[in-house]
């Protein structure tokens, strides 16, 4: 038996008269909104970025993954508005929190993004409202720092308003999977939290898992994460081995995967890259220590992934003196600064390090990314302005060697091979080339 209140919120979902307000309108946030339009719900989203704000009243997207017709299907529809002023964050019933959850420069985690919307809800909170965190976060971050925030308002978590945790789980730039398509595990701080945030997430996505409570939600998310960093360190250790043993690491995942139970294959790379896997372990190993618990999977992950860029160039530099060259001087492209394939996303990709330490030892560097025109600024980079570089023929031959760091399918790796002296290939991007294999090293 749930509250009048929750019946009323619960009832307003069913009959679409529920308005949707989407906090952070970025990777996570504007999929979010496709997912809840296509379900028949109005949606107000909410950005401090009034660029982005502006953008998407245009009906223009800024994520290219994202189809600027999407948007423009929202508005035409009549069931989408955008708005930086956050005093207006009392006018939709439900309010889902997407903004960034980054580590600060301790490595800890970073909440003020979150802390802040919550100051901003605080002020503007109603009766009756449902307000949800997708942020990836550690546990109880949901009951311990956004509740006492939002009963600043006077008003009470549970009965007056309702508080759930509901991770996201984007793949970006993935078409096998849409926001809609992925179920959603959801934890509430009370029952009929998670009653109104369940019913709100069945209308609007594939399936729901609830559990117990928020804790167990936000746990969820940072175990799936982890998951990864600490099986895709196994296999960059193992590469590392396997290179000098002369045995091709992917050829043995390969191998490995035809096993048609217990294995799942992850593959090594240049480093770890995005917003998700290099970052949110980091949350839950914080919060271990500071019950004085020790999380060494996940720090041993991050050492080992956290090495593989100082790796790859050791290697690159090895394989250029194969072809009696020095690393100083020689010119390198490298290929794809984007963190992951078919993406424009460079945060945390490691393609940067890459390029820092290729400097430092003197490299004449160059990159291409079809999809990154310009080399965006990043804060704990510090690199010369560049363009990217288009991969003709004439300019492959010009260079010493390709790197390549990211595996988007717009890159000619045929050509790349033909045409360039030595293709340094940390993804296996190659593996299909049959030509001119002598020049090509992975690693
Ligand atoms: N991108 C992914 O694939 C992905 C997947 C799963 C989970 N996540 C998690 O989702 C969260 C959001 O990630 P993202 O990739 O969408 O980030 P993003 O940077 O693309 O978007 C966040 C948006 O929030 C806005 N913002 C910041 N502070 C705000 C505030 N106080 N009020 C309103 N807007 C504010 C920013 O301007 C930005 O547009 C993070 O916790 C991330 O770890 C991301």
Redesign the pocket.
């Known amino acids: 038996m749930v509250s009048a209140r929750c019946q009323s919120l619960i009832d307003s979902v069913k009959d679409r008269s529920c308005t949707v307000g989407i906090?952070?309108?970025?990777?996570?946030?504007l999929p979010l909104i496709d997912a809840f339009t296509n379900a028949g719900f109005r949606c107000l989203g909410?950005?401090?970025?009034s660029k982005?704000v502006e953008s998407l009243k245009r009906g223009e997207s800024y994520i290219k993954h994202i189809d600027s017709t999407k948007i423009a299907g929202w508005l035409k529809r009549e069931l989408f508005d955008a708005t930086d002023d956050?005093t207006r964050l009392g006018e939709p019933d439900a309010l889902l929190i997407?903004?960034?959850?980054p580590l600060d420069d301790a490595r800890d985690p970073d909440l003020s993004?979150v802390v802040?919307?919550c100051e901003?809800i605080a002020a503007a909170i109603r009766t009756g409202q449902l307000v949800v965190l997708?942020?990836?976060?550690y546990p109880t971050t949901t009951r311990d720092v956004m509740v006492p925030i939002l009963e600043r308002s006077g008003l009470k978590a549970g009965s007056d308003f309702f508080v759930a945790y509901s991770?996201?789980?984007?793949?970006?730039g993935n078409p096998e999977f849409s926001a809609a398509g992925i179920p959603k595990v959801v934890g509430a701080i009370n029952d009929d939290s998670l009653q109104c945030a369940g019913e709100l997430y069945k209308s609007a996505v594939a399936a729901i898992v609830p559990v117990s409570n928020c804790e167990v939600a936000e746990a969820a998310k940072v175990l799936e994460n982890i998951y990864r960093a600490v099986n895709i360190a196994l296999v960059n250790e193992l590469k590392t081995l396997f290179d000098s043993m002369g045995i091709d690491v992917w050829e043995v995942i390969d191998a490995a995967k035809t096993k048609p139970f217990g294995f799942h294959a992850f593959y090594p790379g240049p480093g770890l890259g995005?917003?998700?896997i290099p970052?949110?372990p980091f949350y839950l190993s914080w919060l271990a220590r500071k019950q004085g618990l020790n999380a060494r999977f996940i720090e041993l992950a991050g050492e080992v992934n956290r090495a593989m860029p100082d790796y790859v160039v050791s290697r690159t530099a090895e394989f250029l003196n194969e072809f009696r060259k020095p690393v100083r001087g020689s010119k390198i492209c490298l290929a794809g600064v984007a963190y992951k394939r078919d993406v424009d996303d460079p945060r945390e990709s490691p393609s940067f390090e890459l390029m820092e330490l290729l400097l430092r030892r003197g490299a004449d560097l160059s990159y291409s990314d079809p999809h990154v025109p310009k080399l965006p600024h990043m804060r704990h980079f510090d690199l010369p302005p560049m363009e990217s570089q288009e991969l003709t023929p004439e300019y492959l031959s010009s260079l010493d060697a390709v790197l390549i760091a990211t595996d988007h399918t717009a890159f000619d790796y045929p050509m790349m091979v033909q045409h360039a002296p030595l293709v340094i290939d940390t993804r296996n991007a190659t593996a299909s080339v049959t030509r001119f294999r002598d020049k090509i090293r992975k690693t």
């Open positions: 906090i952070g309108l970025g990777y996570v946030g909410f950005d401090v970025d982005k956050m997407c903004v960034p959850t993004y802040g919307t901003y997708e942020s990836t976060t991770p996201e789980r984007e793949d970006p995005g917003h998700c970052i949110d």
